[in-house]
């Protein structure tokens, strides 16, 4: 056989790998382990792949999106239906788009994620952004789930709308606030991980706002808790709402105003933007044809939070868009 000097394997004169003394598993385990666990992560890699590319190519933004579109209509098959829709099939396209626009919002964060963790730093995100993003989702989460699962929440919502009114906030909707949340917490622990705190503090604007939200927020549920003047739990979560719309338009503008600055989106992915878009225009168009299918608009006034989200997000995502593609390409 045959060795070269500095690497750590040898083969026989016929190719036949051997093991060298310093090697785990002498008994030949890993030649059969190793191979395997390649074989196994090579295509789980490769649909992530596309999501990588921090030049969002056009090439990258087909193979990611029909991903998406292709990942959301499987587990849209799957998971429950919502048994107030008419007919079966209509239950079945909604809850694709549900799980489409479910699925690309919540891919949307992970770009960011990779992008930190390959640079070890969190240069080009803004700060502000970060924060007032995981407040605005704490707001939604608490929003869409007591719509999802409050009886007593239903309940004022019929004395309100009528006692056939039906609310529209799917299942869909309530994963993909808890997602959000959750991965909002790990965009935090990054920054602070990678001393971003540090480099870039919280405006005054921010910290202010915040600290708003949190009085107004406990203030109002003193007014429901003690039944002072006619506010019920329901309007708790309207104020939850508006809050979360209110966020989602103060929490672009740092970021706009960041790229602007740098004249540069370099250290911030495109591929939030892109998912994040994707996910606002098929979020309002399940929102529509849902209340179209019930021939119930009570759906889209009684759910203005998700109407208001997805035209806020469209509208700043073509200005991120913009600034990629165009100004600062």
């Excluded at 240069?123 to 939604?140: A, P």
């Excluded at 799917?170 to 990678?194: C, E, K, T």
């Excluded at 399940?286 to 021939?295: E, H």
């Amino acid at each position: 056989g045959y060795c070269n000097a500095g690497e750590a394997h040898c083969a026989m004169h016929d190719g036949t790998p051997l093991i060298s003394p310093g090697d785990k598993n002498s008994d030949g385990g890993d030649s059969f382990w190793k191979p395997l666990s390649l074989l196994l992560r090579r295509p789980f890699f490769s649909v992530f792949q596309p999501f990588a590319d921090p030049s969002g190519s056009l090439e990258s933004v087909k193979s990611g999106l029909t991903i998406i579109f292709l990942g959301g209509s499987a587990i849209g098959i799957c998971m429950p239906k919502n048994l107030e829709l008419p007919g079966a099939l209509y239950r079945l396209f909604s809850s694709a788009i549900g799980y489409i626009y479910f699925l690309a919002w919540s891919v949307s964060f992970y770009p960011q994620i990779i992008s930190n963790y390959k640079q070890k730093s969190t240069e080009g995100l803004s700060n502000d952004f970060s924060v007032i993003n995981l407040v605005g989702y704490m707001c939604y989460t608490l929003y869409t789930a007591s719509f999802y699962w409050s009886k007593s929440i239903e309940e004022e919502y019929q004395q309100r709308h009528g006692p056939d009114a039906k609310i529209t906030v799917q299942s869909n909707d309530v994963a993909f606030a808890v997602h959000a949340l959750v991965l909002s917490f790990v965009w935090i622990a990054q920054i602070y991980y990678y001393r971003g705190f540090e480099r870039q503090s919280l405006s005054f604007l921010i910290r202010f706002l915040i600290i708003a939200i949190f009085l107004i927020c406990s203030l109002f549920a003193l007014l429901v808790i003690f039944q002072i003047g006619h506010f019920e739990w329901i309007d708790f979560m309207y104020l939850l709402s508006f809050f979360k719309v209110m966020i989602t338009v103060s929490k672009y503008l740092p970021q706009v105003l960041l790229n602007a600055k740098r004249k540069s989106t370099e250290g911030w992915s495109v591929w939030t933007v892109t998912l994040d878009i994707t996910g606002g225009i098929l979020s309002l168009l399940q929102l529509a044809f849902d209340s179209m299918a019930m021939k119930d608009w009570t759906g889209v006034t009684g759910n203005l939070a998700k109407l208001a989200l997805s035209f806020v997000t469209i509208f700043f995502d073509i200005i991120f868009l913009v600034q990629h593609y165009v100004l600062y390409h």
